[in-house]
């Protein structure tokens, strides 16, 4: 009988699976419908309206405040104290700005974008009916040596939907938001879609309410409008609420990828949950990382830290922008293709990140306020 080496992979598998064995598995069905559901930053009505409907048997209050944010309290066993945990509901996306003679649109961006990956690329105008379009641009056929070999622009491209503009114009006008169509697949143990940034986060945070046992103080899961373009939503949540604690959910860069230099990787794709140490919007308090990291070692819950070197969440307004400032930190979702239609998340890391958020709520009473240890 020949033994196989026992190496730390091994182990950081083993426990990845005990951590999936004690869960159900991830719910497919509930995380395609939310990747699926148009909502980029401003326009975020429908995905919020879905959020409503699949969390109100489990939370105690809920309401949507002026800015779009919709707040869901848990009451806790102890009401001097508020946790705030954020996962924003918006997607990048378009918004019309133009529309020819000929019917074809013109558009700005909503969020940030690279635009070679618009070639080839459907969309969907949310109009007076929905109207799907696709992104048109100069064939290569026609371009001069010059234009082939100079990297594409936001304002080369346009939008074709087939339609006329007096039929167009029935339905659509400046200001219709303009949302990428692309199906959640499942590829592997991955899943795969446009928008897990950050509707996989939407997805963790519901699926951590509906778990929820005994909470040890005040509760506050706030799904955040226009994250994207500026962290806006949370900034009023967290100056509304004012929570002792926060946690910012979102996804983070896996550049796991053929080329990429062993400095650039930030997480790898299931290898756990990762514990985020600081992104361009905050440091997370030393304090909520050491929290953070007890818990993953006392439930036997695989992570990874994060450094996000560029790209800020909902953490920064979290920590700062309460009356008198949060000890914040943030759970964050490995993904692949980050701004495409293609992202991906391994369901491990999913799964894992439920198991972290949970037990990190429901434990809060025992958090260490000492800096030092």
Known sequence: MRLTAFTATNLTNILIDLTILFMQNVNIPLLKKISETPGISGFEYQIRELVKEEIKDFCDEMYTDAMGNLVVLKRGLDASKNILVAAHLDEIGFIVSYIDDK???????V?????????????????????????????????????????PKLSDYFIDTGLPKEELIKYIEIGTPVSRQRELIEMGDCVCSKSLDNRVSVYILIETLKKLSSIPYNFYAV???QEEVGLRGAQVAAHNINPDFALGLDVTIAYDVPGAKPEEVCTKLGEGTAIKLMDSSAIADIRMVKYLKSIAQQNQIVWQPEILAAGGTDTGPLQRNGKSGAIAGAISIPARHIHQVVEICHKKDIMGSILLLKASIENLNQFNYNWTN
Do not use: C, W, Y
Not at 103 to 109: L, S, T
Not at 120 to 125: A, C, G, K, P
């Open 103 to 109: 019917g074809f649109i013109k558009f700005q961006p």
């Open 223 to 225: 799904f955040t409008v």
């Open 111 to 151: 969020g940030g974008f690279d635009p070679k990956t618009l070639s080839s690329q459907r969309v969907i105008l949310h109009g007076k009916k929905d109207i799907t379009g696709v992104m048109g641009s100069k064939p290569i056929h026609i371009m001069s040596a010059e234009e082939k070999n100079v990297a």
